[in-house]
């Protein structure tokens, strides 16, 4: 493996794959192409540049110019750039469609332009939609819910185009809920965390009563890795763990560890305009190829509110008045290459 590109490999999921890759391939070339938006930031893969072999590349997956210059001459493509905040999607649904949907048809037509021999597209179980008992597959149809699922479902659809049109080989995968260290607070785990840890009130949407599966981070990493090995080109893999929790089970726990009494320290606020009651996936497909979810919740759990303690720094002002931490994630689209 020579080069390896991987989009919104400065945001939180794409930070542990990038560790993986440069882990596993110690001598690629590898280029994390991200657009460092609010969610991304330097400090995530500052560990990981090395100059000359591994850099960062700052700009939009919608500039094809910009795709196709990094792009050439890839061995790799891992596709994890992605708007995946579901409440923001239903306050800015085109930002959505833009970044999941031209974005995803943008980087492909750049990957078919350049013949990139493998290309990883991640998407997530959302775009099957909720359901209440059982497991999705991935021969079910699509049936997605909130603007969010819809932009990353339209993104399957043209994945699946360049599979079928022009022989683009590619690789999909639906992942779960996935969590970890670095994750930007506006998911569940990381705000209960360092709402707990602020003293401030958790908010829970509606009842508490829709419940999620959680994925760490690395056995996501290493999924992906063994797809990169043994994935076959043209399939889709679900990807997801038997860690099925309430909203107000993961709140539990999470104040249980901080020795906090949640239901005095809990406000319930209004639902999203739509939110599923659940999501669950089929991943036998996925384990038959030998991989398995490693890491427990329970356990692992009390390690990530203690490295959002000991991190407290870089979100801290998320919570308060006070002006936001220096960082290279300005938002700007600008293209430009980091480098240590």
């Known amino acids: 493996m020579n080069k390896i590109v991987i989009t919104g490999g400065a945001g939180f999921i794409g930070s542990h794959v990038a560790?993986?890759?440069a882990e596993v391939y110690p001598d690629a070339e590898i280029h994390i192409l991200d657009k460092m938006t609010y969610a991304a930031d330097f400090e995530n893969i500052s560990h990981l540049l090395k100059r000359g072999q591994r850099c960062l590349c700052v700009g939009d997956v919608c500039d094809f110019e910009f795709c196709r210059r990094v792009t050439k001459d890839a061995d790799l493509i891992l596709h994890l750039a992605a708007e995946s905040h579901v409440d923001n999607s239903f306050g800015n649904s085109f930002c959505f469609t833009q970044s999941n949907t031209l974005g995803t048809h943008t980087l492909l037509e750049a990957a078919r332009v350049n013949e990139v021999p493998k290309f990883i597209h991640v998407s997530t179980d959302e775009v099957y939609g909720e359901i209440r008992t059982g497991f999705?597959?991935?021969t079910d149809f699509l049936n997605p819910t909130n603007p969010y699922s819809a932009s990353k479902a339209a993104g399957d659809m043209i994945v699946n185009s360049y599979t079928r049109s022009f022989k683009l080989p590619i690789i999909s995968v639906r992942a779960n809920n996935i969590y970890g260290i670095r994750q930007f607070p506006e998911k569940l785990i990381p705000r209960f965390a360092l709402l707990g840890l602020l003293g401030l009130k958790f908010t829970v949407h509606g009842d508490g009563s829709h419940s999620r599966r959680f994925l760490a981070a690395q056995d996501f990493a290493e999924g992906l890795l063994l797809l990169v090995r043994k994935g076959e080109i043209g399939e889709i893999y679900n990807i997801g763990s038997d860690s099925e929790y309430t909203i107000l089970q993961v709140l539990e726990m999470i104040s249980a560890r901080l020795g906090i009494e949640a239901s005095t320290m809990t406000e319930f606020v209004n639902d999203r305009p739509f939110n599923d009651c659940r999501y669950a996936i089929d991943s036998s497909k996925l384990l038959a190829l030998g991989?398995?979810?490693?890491?427990?919740?329970?356990?692992?759990?009390?390690e990530v509110i203690e490295w959002y303690k000991q991190n407290m720094r870089r979100y801290r002002h998320l919570f308060d008045d006070s002006p936001?931490?220096?960082s290279v994630s300005s938002g700007s689209t600008r293209s430009q290459t980091f480098e240590v």
Do not use: C, D, I
């Open 324 to 326: 936001p931490l220096a």
């Open 291 to 302: 991989w398995k979810p490693r890491t427990s919740f329970e356990s692992h759990l009390s």
């Open 136 to 138: 999705h597959k991935e």
């Open 19 to 21: 560790e993986k890759m």
